[in-house]
């Protein structure tokens, strides 16, 4: 069996005799990442880029669905960027929210979790935070 040997800045070598090098962070295993979209609620925090005031996204309804989040080639950047995508759970064209765009976990707790990035309504550009919690 072939044991990880760690290198700097996250890359490994296989310690079976060769110098093979892969893109491994620490002794991650990439097999066995999960790619499947995670199961959540999730409550918009702003409203064209304003904070929406704390006991509307208290009371709102959550959305429920599947989210991902992918390295995908942006066409409003013209770049690679982290795009976190929301589909309603067994629809296959529904998206009730628009894509976040650079997206970052700007806050994570027990019981949840908010990404931070930005949506594009139309050719406008707008903060956007998402609460998420765990789907039920």
Not at 67 to 83: A, D, F, H, N
Request: with cysteine; charged share 20%; aromatic share 8%.
């Amino acid at each position: 069996m072939a044991r990880l040997v760690p290198l700097r800045r996250g890359l490994t070598r296989v310690g079976d005799g060769g110098s093979r090098l892969r893109g491994l962070v620490g002794y991650g295993f990439p097999h066995l990442t999960p790619r499947q979209p995670m199961n959540v609620q999730v409550v918009p925090m702003r409203e064209r880029g304003k904070p929406r005031p704390k006991r509307d996204i208290e009371a709102a309804i959550p959305v429920r669905g599947d989210m991902t989040i992918s390295q995908q080639q942006s066409e409003q950047y013209g770049r690679m960027t982290k795009v976190a995508s929301f589909q309603q759970s067994g629809a296959a064209d529904a998206q009730p929210l628009p894509p976040l765009h650079d997206v970052e976990v700007s806050w994570m707790g027990p019981l949840g979790f908010v990404l931070t990035g930005i949506e594009f309504i139309g050719d406008v550009a707008y903060g956007q935070s998402w609460w998420c919690r765990p789907g039920v």
